[in-house]
């Protein structure tokens, strides 16, 4: 393990350009943390934290210039592999029948910083249902392949987080190249940083770093211990699966349904829903025709509707059911893990607040 004076992080995002990645990190946009392009330290929010609790999302300066002091915000790394939007092909009517044309943009080699312990669960995840079965999506796949990870265990977690349950956080432990544990103590700023890959320590070895003393290694183990201790919110995980699907007809259902806005808010926030649709866009003149893929929800009437069936899962009650039984119960049965990792994006950005915490602790307590 090394450190890295918190003075000397810009040397790691102009290593990162030189090699030729675009640098994609937190950003203060519109009131939230998001991500963005940035070009160096001083784009990320510097000093700033998020106040979240279900419904609710707040920035706050912070008592101290940290560079990561706040949780996961409405973004996730998926809009980079999985883009909200993507032109897949055009057609242009030629005088004997059409030229076909592949749109698909190239990848680029982004260096993500700043990606939580869950988000690399949330990554994992997707490999899994873009990289691992039997159909192979090609952009996520080069895309993937063209990714630097820089972790950064959390110093900070929301009221919404939940990840200790979910065995997800807040430590980075896989999948990275490099990890990052913040340190502000007694007038010091440093980071903490661990090689995770071959490529993460040939960037480590090639910044101003020195050997992290053992209280400098306790004390960036103290950052992630204090963080986990003050997660309180749970998902008890036991048995599930099974008291999920012997409770179809809990309900609960109903009373979160006369919540629930079927707004899709939940699903567009999620790291790890990746349910998309196509469309076609047509000009008036009938010679050119694009095919777009753009993210979907399954609070959609449209997205089950069958033709001459309409809807399939016509009620409020029927699409939350769907949703939460599907990332907490199906995902095991299609993909071998649960689909949530605790992140609390759903809950935060849930208008009316419906925390998938409670809806289970609520059919938990009063089982069929
Ligand atoms: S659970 Fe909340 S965020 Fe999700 S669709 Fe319903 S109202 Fe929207
Ligand atoms: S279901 Fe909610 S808490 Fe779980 S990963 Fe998705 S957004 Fe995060």
Same mark, same amino acid.
């Given at each position: 393990?090394?450190?890295?004076?918190?003075?000397? $992080?810009?040397?790691?995002?102009?290593?990162?350009?030189?090699?030729?990645?675009?640098?994609?990190?937190?950003?203060? *946009?519109?009131?939230?943390?998001?991500?963005?392009?940035?070009?160096?330290? @001083?784009?990320?929010?510097?000093?700033?934290?998020?106040?979240?609790?279900?419904?609710?999302?707040?920035?706050?300066?912070?008592?101290?210039?940290?560079?990561?002091?706040?949780?996961?915000?409405?973004?996730?790394?998926?809009?980079?592999? %999985?883009?909200?939007?993507?032109?897949?092909?055009?057609?242009?009517?030629?005088?004997?029948?059409?030229?076909? @044309?592949?749109?698909?943009?190239?990848?680029?080699? %982004?260096? $993500?910083?700043?990606?939580?312990?869950?988000?690399?669960?949330?990554?994992?995840?997707?490999?899994?249902?873009?990289?691992?079965?039997?159909?192979?999506?090609?952009? !996520?796949?080069?895309? *993937?392949?063209? %990714?630097?990870?820089?972790?950064? +265990?959390?110093?900070?977690?929301?009221?919404?987080?939940?990840?200790?349950?979910? /065995?997800?956080?807040?430590?980075?432990?896989?999948?990275?190249?490099?990890?990052?544990?913040?340190?502000?103590?007694?007038?010091? #700023? !440093?980071?903490?940083?661990?090689?995770? @890959?071959?490529?993460?320590?040939?960037? %480590?070895?090639?910044?101003?770093?020195?050997?992290?003393?053992?209280?400098?290694?306790?004390?960036?183990?103290?950052?992630?211990?204090?963080?986990?201790?003050?997660?309180?919110?749970?998902?008890?995980?036991?048995?599930? /699966?099974?008291? $999920?699907?012997? +409770?179809?007809? #809990?309900?609960?259902?109903?009373?979160?349904?006369?919540?629930?806005?079927? &707004?899709?808010?939940?699903?567009?926030?999620?790291?790890?829903?990746?349910?998309?649709?196509?469309?076609?866009?047509?000009?008036?003149?009938?010679? #050119?025709?694009?095919?777009? *893929?753009?993210?979907? @929800?399954?609070?959609?009437?449209?997205?089950?509707?069958?033709?001459?069936?309409?809807?399939?899962?016509?009620?409020?009650?029927?699409?939350?059911?769907?949703?939460?039984?599907?990332? $907490?119960?199906?995902? #095991?049965?299609?993909?071998?893990?649960?689909?949530?990792?605790?992140?609390? *994006? &759903?809950?935060?950005?849930?208008?009316?607040?419906?925390?998938?915490?409670?809806?289970?602790?609520?059919?938990?307590?009063?089982?069929?």
């Amino acid at each position: 393990m090394h450190t890295i004076a918190s003075n000397k $992080l810009a040397q790691l995002f102009i290593l990162l350009k030189k090699q030729g990645y675009a640098v994609i990190a937190p950003a203060l *946009r519109d009131a939230a943390i998001i991500y963005d392009e940035v070009e160096t330290p @001083s784009d990320l929010p510097v000093g700033w934290t998020d106040a979240q609790s279900p419904g609710s999302y707040r920035l706050k300066k912070r008592e101290d210039d940290a560079y990561f002091g706040y949780a996961v915000g409405p973004h996730s790394w998926k809009k980079v592999v %999985l883009p909200p939007r993507m032109k897949l092909w055009a057609a242009r009517r030629e005088e004997k029948g059409f030229t076909i @044309s592949d749109t698909t943009e190239a990848p680029r080699k %982004l260096a $993500l910083i700043g990606v939580r312990a869950c988000e690399l669960y949330a990554m994992a995840i997707q490999d899994t249902v873009f990289i691992k079965g039997d159909y192979v999506d090609p952009f !996520y796949k080069a895309q *993937r392949e063209k %990714l630097f990870i820089v972790a950064v +265990n959390c110093a900070q977690a929301a009221e919404t987080c939940f990840c200790v349950s979910m /065995k997800t956080g807040p430590k980075a432990e896989t999948a990275y190249d490099l990890a990052l544990t913040e340190v502000i103590e007694n007038k010091r #700023h !440093y980071f903490v940083a661990e090689a995770g @890959s071959r490529r993460g320590a040939a960037v %480590l070895a090639a910044l101003s770093t020195a050997i992290a003393r053992p209280a400098e290694k306790t004390a960036a183990r103290q950052v992630i211990r204090k963080t986990a201790a003050s997660i309180k919110r749970t998902l008890d995980t036991d048995g599930l /699966k099974t008291l $999920l699907y012997e +409770n179809l007809a #809990h309900p609960r259902w109903n009373d979160v349904a006369e919540r629930c806005l079927t &707004c899709g808010n939940c699903t567009m926030v999620c790291p790890t829903c990746f349910c998309t649709t196509v469309e076609e866009i047509t000009d008036l003149t009938g010679d #050119h025709s694009e095919h777009w *893929r753009r993210w979907d @929800s399954c609070f959609t009437m449209d997205f089950s509707f069958i033709h001459g069936e309409g809807s399939v899962r016509s009620s409020n009650k029927s699409r939350y059911r769907q949703w939460m039984t599907h990332k $907490l119960a199906s995902w #095991h049965d299609q993909f071998g893990s649960s689909g949530c990792v605790g992140c609390g *994006r &759903c809950i935060t950005w849930c208008p009316p607040g419906i925390d998938i915490t409670e809806e289970v602790k609520a059919i938990r307590k009063n089982p069929a």
